[in-house]
């Protein structure tokens, strides 16, 4: 082993170590406090102790990869446990859905960016990263229209910030009104939350079916990302605001997501025995709720009150638009 490679795995097992103690401890409380769950916990635990006790910046790294890597890592074995069948529950209805929410994302989000003051770009982020899979998508936008790394750095933290606020509220609004329907909750879930990981956490709140058919709509979005990231490059050149070709360009599917797309097309031609899918579940599972231990450390409330109020009407006013486009949709298609 390279020192390089020890040198990293050193500056990670901090972070790490505390995710995973906090997932632990969560899947113990959930024993005594079954209704609440092991994710609910695991996030609750997190916040609290995130923004009490362990602020030190030598946690960065390794909470940060617990949170980004190993949900990636969870979406790869969930394929293992999908089938086209499962993707079938959705439905033409499901992919209606998709394509609705995404149009209204982007055109509520944009135009109100521009009516806030927001220039072009910010606000081509602002819709991408909200109608498709915050962080991600705001990566792969921002090279196609030569984006400054100062407002796409703003527009990632505003992004993120909608995301939290949403994470915590929905799952409970889904609850209230859509009681057991599995693919309402689901549709409305995996059809706003901004990142996967904020999706995650979010249907963990309800349960793992929810999990498990939230990552479809998701997934779904996030296939667009090609198409959307081509239309704002050509929107930007065509309204002149880039001239130059030589911006360097981020392939716009993530890794992980072409990984569950092969996983699930195995699981659907060649049947994998059961202990693989019972493996995998159970991987998946500790992956998640050592990664929503990490969320909730990560997420910093002195971030919320350094955002200006111009920001924040932003994006409470796209949250807005996001949340009432899916509850219109899911009752219009009767999802």
Request: aromatic share 10%; net charge positive; with cysteine.
């Amino acid at each position: 082993m390279s020192t390089h490679t020890i040198i990293k795995i050193k500056t990670l097992l901090p972070g790490f170590g505390l995710s995973l103690a906090v997932a632990v401890g969560a899947k113990l409380l959930a024993l005594l406090l079954p209704k609440l769950g092991a994710a609910t916990l695991a996030i609750l635990l997190g916040i609290l102790l995130g923004n009490t006790f362990f602020k030190q910046p030598s946690l960065a790294s390794g909470t940060k990869f617990s949170e980004s890597r190993l949900l990636e890592y969870s979406v790869v074995l969930l394929g293992f446990t999908v089938t086209f069948q499962t993707i079938s529950q959705m439905g033409l209805k499901g992919l209606i859905f998709i394509v609705l929410m995404m149009t209204t994302v982007i055109i509520g989000a944009f135009t109100i960016g521009r009516k806030l003051g927001f220039n072009e770009k910010m606000a081509l982020m602002m819709a991408g990263g909200n109608a498709v899979c915050g962080s991600s998508a705001i990566g792969a936008i921002a090279p196609s229209i030569e984006a400054d790394d100062t407002e796409k750095g703003q527009i990632i933290t505003l992004v993120n910030l909608l995301g939290t606020v949403m994470m915590l509220t929905l799952p409970f609004l889904g609850m209230h009104l859509f009681g057991n329907a599995l693919l309402s909750k689901s549709a409305l879930l995996g059809g706003t939350l901004q990142s996967v990981g904020q999706v995650v956490a979010g249907a963990s709140l309800i349960n793992g079916e929810t999990v498990k058919f939230a990552m479809l709509y998701k997934i779904t979005r996030i296939i667009f990302l090609v198409v959307v990231v081509f239309i704002f490059e050509q929107k930007v050149r065509r309204d002149g605001v880039v001239t130059t070709t030589s911006a360097k360009k981020k392939f716009p599917i993530p890794w992980y997501v072409l990984c569950f797309l092969i996983a699930c097309i195995a699981n659907s031609f060649f049947p994998l025995p059961a202990f693989i899918n019972q493996a995998a579940h159970f991987i998946s599972t500790w992956f998640e709720t050592i990664a929503l231990a990490a969320i909730g450390l990560r997420l910093d409330f002195r971030k919320f009150l350094k955002e200006g109020p111009r920001f924040l009407i932003y994006g409470l006013s796209v949250g807005a638009v996001q949340t009432i486009a899916a509850l219109l949709f899911i009752f219009l298609l009767h999802i």
